[in-house]
């Protein structure tokens, strides 16, 4: 049995509204947080995921949100639930290396860091933020070996300029 043409014209045209709908509210939530409405903005994304809970973007972008809002550990699940569903995506292992590098959580950082690496390898911020976080690693190592024994000169410089660069990094970040 064959759909009739009136009936795929409307199927097309209800499809091509939910989708204006949705662009509509990304477009909307967007210009909400932008100006400082980010709670408004979170529920203008939840009614949006109400009806297309499996978006990726208004996922992504309830998780951005949730980050805007000091929602750390709910914009954490969001990005690892968005990561495990969508794992060719580069955005969500970025952000979920972030909310976890700021939890001292270095090396998990550095593992979605370079998930998100593999899969575009362009990715500036994942790059930008793996640099960080090798830093960050390093950091730890170095303070290891200068508690371990009497600090070598050079390394204990070496410390004092990468603390010294994090803290910079820290500052321009705010």
């Not at 949705?22 to 967007?30: I, M, T």
């Not at 969508?86 to 860091?113: K, S």
Request: cysteine-free; overall charge positive.
């Amino acid at each position: 049995m064959k759909p009739s043409i009136t009936l795929l014209l409307a199927s097309l045209a209800l499809s091509g509204a939910a989708l204006t709908a949705r662009a509509d509210v990304l477009s909307d939530a967007r210009r909400l947080s932008a100006s400082g409405q980010t709670a408004q903005a979170l529920t203008l994304v939840d009614r949006g995921l109400a009806a297309t809970p499996r978006d990726p973007e208004l996922r992504f972008l309830r998780g951005v949100l949730l980050i805007d809002l000091g929602r750390s550990d709910d914009a954490l699940a969001v990005f690892r639930a968005l990561h495990e569903e969508f794992p060719e995506l580069p955005d969500p292992p970025n952000n979920l290396a972030v909310l976890l590098a700021a939890r001292g959580e270095l090396e998990q950082a550095r593992t979605a860091l370079e998930t998100a690496l593999r899969n575009n390898p362009r990715h500036r911020a994942a790059r930008e933020n793996l640099g960080d976080v090798y830093l960050g690693l390093a950091i730890r190592h170095w303070q290891s070996l200068a508690s371990d024994a009497q600090p070598e000169p050079l390394l204990a410089r070496k410390l004092a300029l990468a603390r010294e660069l994090a803290a910079s990094i820290a500052n321009a970040k705010r």
